[in-house]
């Protein structure tokens, strides 16, 4: 079993950053990504963004590029995303998961473990 915790939401203005964490403990696996999903109320669940843990390159959807960063801590199994510039579009619950196995998706149904997710609250 794969346990995540996210953290750093919050409420922010228009323009304004927040940091979010995705601690990651328990199985380990040879390859994995983690990716970020947002849902908001009456939403599907949409993709945000998916890194792979062994390479740490990072696929980003559209509508967070170049507004939306990543990094990760090996030691602490930890992986951050940095959401800069804001907008109430990005209002949403995130979560982050774990996609087992070296094969890329943008499919929140690829993904093998949940976290409970963190609010994201933007006001204009």
């Known amino acids: 079993q794969v346990q995540l915790v996210e953290s750093g939401g919050g409420s922010v203005q228009a323009g304004g950053s927040l940091r979010l964490s995705c601690a990651a403990s328990g199985r380990t696996f040879g390859s994995y990504y983690i990716g970020w999903f947002r849902q908001a109320p009456g939403k599907e669940r949409e993709y945000v963004a998916a890194i792979n843990w062994s390479v740490g390159t990072t696929v980003f959807a559209d509508s967070v590029k170049g507004r939306f960063t990543s990094s990760r801590d090996n030691a602490k199994n930890t992986v951050y995303l940095q959401m800069n510039d804001l907008k109430p579009e990005d209002t949403a619950v995130y979560y982050c998961?774990?996609?087992?196995?070296?094969?890329?998706?943008?499919?929140?149904?690829?993904?093998?473990?949940w976290g409970r997710g963190t609010q994201v609250t933007v006001s204009s």
């Open positions: 998961a774990v996609k087992v196995g070296s094969i890329y998706s943008r499919n929140y149904a690829s993904y093998n473990y």
